[in-house]
């Protein structure tokens, strides 16, 4: 270790594993966002909650930043490490630590998959609900500090619901212990959901109790073909009216281009504007259920076309669709926006949010997709090939700006699950008062004095 600072912790914790070689740097030091140059100082991989502890008192006697580090398949640039921080991998904590039968619960170390989690949950009759595409890559420590959603919000809500006790270590280096697993708890202020989308600047996870509940029931999974915008909440409307919904799911024809270019297969012989993935509680009253939806939304209009699975393969099938689409984009580096609004106010946002960008910007390619029954969008701007990179970042800010003035009007937010990381800090101001930022940043000055937690990301210093 040459610097003088790896080298003082390389003695003061011999057992830590650290990393500094140029390719372990690149590795580590990025997301999935792709705009940011990696420059971490090293990478750190403890393997206890001491030498988390350790790390981060080290790093406030040395005046280093941290970067708490899950799988790095964030969206919004919150792993980024572009400036000499150390990264702090979590990845070797990835252990289950314990179930409780009667509590319903798993304790696990925070770099465990969320896959891994499934499954444990799985092995005892139960089930952890969050789910979406990343589940074999992302960690529970990001999903917390994201407060990540995905496919099954609408039944079972953000990850935030089910974090039913946290170990942190904060910016000082003090392990806390916040929620202890309680079901009822009114002893003031409840810490532990500070730390819920708190994108490491507050804490670093290290330990989590995560409530399970009943397996899902047997599911089928219907792709509908719509022909407008204004037609996909008269149809949310008409399933969630007659069917036990599991998922509510939207994408656009060219989010389908680029799924079918990918390897996905179009069920229908022919393409359509718009399409709608859902699952919902099967059986036979579910399928009566649902073939009486269908043809009402059919004989409205807001429905031309629609398959229902008759296997799980055909489920898994349709299921990628939806879920291959943001691996299907990732060569292209899209420019990524994840709004939300109240889902009563979805129609008047669509509308408005399509006439922009129909009418301002028709040279872009903009693949639609997302959370439709949470009022949750995905925006995706892809570059047109003979654009510059510099103007086509630009333009796409001008977007993002009129977005977040819509938002405000909407009163909607411009972070949905994705936080708010390094890509959508300048628009932050859409979504919280000045009050409440000031709030914010008094509550990091307290949990993180010297600021050495993640700086940068979710507001400047
Ligand atoms: P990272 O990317 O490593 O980190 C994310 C943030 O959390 C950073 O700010 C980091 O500093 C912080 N952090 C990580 N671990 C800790 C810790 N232990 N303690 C404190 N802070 C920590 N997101 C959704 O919400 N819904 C989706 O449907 C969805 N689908 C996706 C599909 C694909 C194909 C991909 C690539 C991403 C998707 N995402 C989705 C985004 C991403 O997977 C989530 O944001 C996820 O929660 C990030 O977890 P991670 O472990 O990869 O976190
Ligand atoms: C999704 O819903 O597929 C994810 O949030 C990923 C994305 O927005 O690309
Ligand atoms: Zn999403």
Redesign the pocket.
């Known amino acids: 270790m040459t610097d003088p600072r790896l080298a003082a912790l390389a003695q003061a914790l011999p057992e830590l594993r650290l990393l500094t070689d140029a390719a372990d740097l690149e590795h580590y030091g990025r ?2 966002t792709r705009r940011w140059t990696p420059a971490p100082l090293a990478i750190a991989l403890p393997t206890s909650v001491e030498q988390v502890q350790a790390v981060v008192r080290w790093a406030r006697a040395h005046a280093v930043a941290i ?13 980024v490490a572009a400036n000499g921080e150390l990264v702090l991998s ?1 990845e070797r904590m990835n252990r289950v630590l314990g179930f409780d039968p009667i509590d319903r619960s798993l304790t696990v170390q ?2 465990i998959a ?1 896959e891994a989690v499934h499954n444990a949950a799985r092995e005892h009759r139960l089930a952890y609900p969050v789910d ?3 589940r074999g ?15 099954r919000v609408i039944r079972y809500g ?2 935030r619901e089910w974090v039913a006790g946290l170990k ?1 270590v904060d910016g000082r280096g003090e392990l806390l212990e916040l929620g202890r697993g309680l079901v009822k708890n009114s002893s003031g202020y409840d810490l532990r959901h500070l ?1 819920v989308a ?9 330990e989590a109790t995560l409530r399970l509940t009943d397996p899902p029931p047997p599911t089928s999974v219907m792709l509908l073909a719509l022909p407008d915008f204004a037609a996909l909440m008269q149809v949310f409307a008409s399933l969630r009216a007659r069917l036990q919904l599991e998922a509510f799911e939207f994408f656009t024809d060219r989010a389908l281009h680029h799924v079918t270019a990918h390897g996905g297969q179009n069920p229908f012989g022919e393409t359509y504007p718009y399409y709608v993935v859902t699952e919902f509680a099967a059986g036979e009253a579910g399928e009566a259920a649902a073939l009486a939806a269908f043809e009402h939304c059919v004989g409205e209009g807001w429905v031309l076309d629609g398959v229902i699975s008759q296997s799980q393969a055909q489920a898994a099938q349709l299921w990628r669709l939806r ?1 291959g689409i ?2 299907s984009l ?1 060569p292209y580096v899209p420019y990524k926006n ?1 709004v939300s609004v109240r889902i009563s106010v979805m129609p008047a946002f669509l509308a408005e949010v399509q006439a922009l960008l129909t009418e301002g910007y028709p040279h872009f390619d903009v693949v639609w997709f997302g ?1 439709i029954g949470d009022g949750n969008l995905h925006i995706n701007v892809l570059k047109p090939v003979d654009m510059a990179q510099a103007d086509f970042v630009a333009q796409c800010e001008r977007v993002t700006r009129l977005l977040a003035e819509a938002l405000q009007r909407h009163g909607g937010s411009i972070s ?4 708010i ?1 390094l890509v959508k800090k300048a628009y932050l101001g859409s979504t919280r008062t000045e009050a409440e930022l000031a709030l914010l940043r008094g509550i990091r000055g307290v949990l993180d004095p010297d600021g050495l ?2 700086p940068g ?2 507001f400047d210093r």
Do not use: Y
């Open positions: 997301d999935w970067v708490p580090s899950g799988g790095r398949t964030g969206l919004s640039g919150g792993a979590l925070a770099g969320l979406f595409a990343a890559s992302c960690s529970i420590g990001g999903n917390i500090a994201t407060n990540a959603g995905g496919i953000n990850t942190v730390m708190s994108e490491g600047t507050l804490g670093i996870i290290v879920e943001t691996e990732a994840d959370h949905a699950e994705h936080g990381g937690l993640n990301k979710l």
